[in-house]
């Protein structure tokens, strides 16, 4: 059975910056999209970047211009680069990962941002 694994959350001063990375334990055939969603204490999960198999990408208006998200295929890896981190990217994070038949997701990394 696959699983994602997520690293590089944790605590950060306002301004810093985070990689979070996701990483499957096994190959995944038939990528579609790669993504990392968020959910923060009291809200629903919200998208913050994808990256297509074409390599298109998308990320939330929140996100755009401090993070970007990156892939390696031959590792079956997705990141996400967060700068200029704020106190309201404070969540905990996830990774996705859709094939053509179904979907996979980590178990979440949390990121704190405060001073």
């Known amino acids: 059975q696959v699983q994602l694994v997520e690293s590089g959350g944790g605590l950060v001063q306002p301004g810093g910056s985070l990689r979070l990375s996701c990483a499957a334990s096994?190959?995944?055939?038939?990528?579609?999209?790669m993504a990392w969603y968020r959910q923060a204490p009291g809200k629903q999960r919200e998208l913050v970047a994808a990256?297509?198999?074409?390599?298109?990408?998308n990320y939330a208006d929140s996100v755009k211009g401090r993070f970007t998200i990156s892939r390696d295929i031959a590792k079956n890896t997705v990141y996400l680069q967060m700068n200029s981190l704020q106190p309201e990217d404070t969540a905990v994070y996830y990774c996705?990962?859709?094939?053509?038949?179904?979907?996979?997701w980590g178990q979440g990394t949390q990121v704190t941002v405060s001073s």
């Open positions: 996705n990962i859709e094939t053509s038949r179904r979907g996979y």
């Open positions: 096994k190959i995944i055939f038939s990528i579609t999209t």
């Open positions: 990256i297509r198999s074409g390599g298109s990408t």
